[in-house]
């Protein structure tokens, strides 16, 4: 009969860790869902912010190539002009194309002129020669196809001659 009893012990300590096995799974379980569950939140945040970033490089870049079109255009004719423009190739922006224009309420300004020195040299001008620089201002807003902007300023000067 001892022998029996010890049976029915060792039987009923096999039962007591079976469940005990049973609630240690549960909370592990419970724990890994918490732990998926936190790091998918994490990895939409970081995809939203890295959506952002893309599309604010995207504005500055219009906003650059704007800024490349006036100074271009300041080079060739002594003033800069900026149109409205689109930019890319529509296959490659289905949502809509990044652009550029001067920034609303702005205008390209003319700041002035200014004289400079040049070299002292006396070919039959009596002492050093003078230029004229010319120096402009305009603001260029790039935005990309969901309305995110960047403004660029720009202050530049253009020798104008003597």
Do not use: C
Not at 53 to 65: G, H, L, N, T, W
Not at 131 to 140: G, L, S, T
Request: aromatic share 6%; hydrophobic share 40%.
């Amino acid at each position: 009969m001892e022998h029996e009893i010890k049976v029915r012990t060792m039987s009923e300590r096999k039962r007591r860790e079976s469940g005990m096995v049973l609630i240690v799974a549960m909370v592990m379980l419970t724990v890994m869902g918490i732990a998926g569950v936190a790091a998918l939140d994490t990895v939409s945040l970081d995809q939203q912010a890295a959506g952002y970033q893309s599309r604010k490089r995207v504005s500055f870049y219009a906003a650059e190539a704007g800024v490349a079109e006036g100074l271009a255009t300041l080079r060739s004719n002594g003033t800069p002009t900026v149109t409205t423009t689109e930019l890319g190739d529509s296959a490659a922006y289905p949502h809509g194309q990044p652009g550029y224009a001067l920034a609303e309420g702005t205008t390209i300004e003319k700041l002035g002129s200014s004289s400079m020195n040049g070299m002292a040299m006396n070919i039959d001008q009596g002492g050093a020669a003078t230029y004229q620089v010319d120096y402009w201002r305009f603001e260029i807003e790039g935005q990309d196809a969901s309305g995110t902007t960047s403004k660029v300023e720009v202050a530049a000067g253009r020798f104008a001659g003597y």
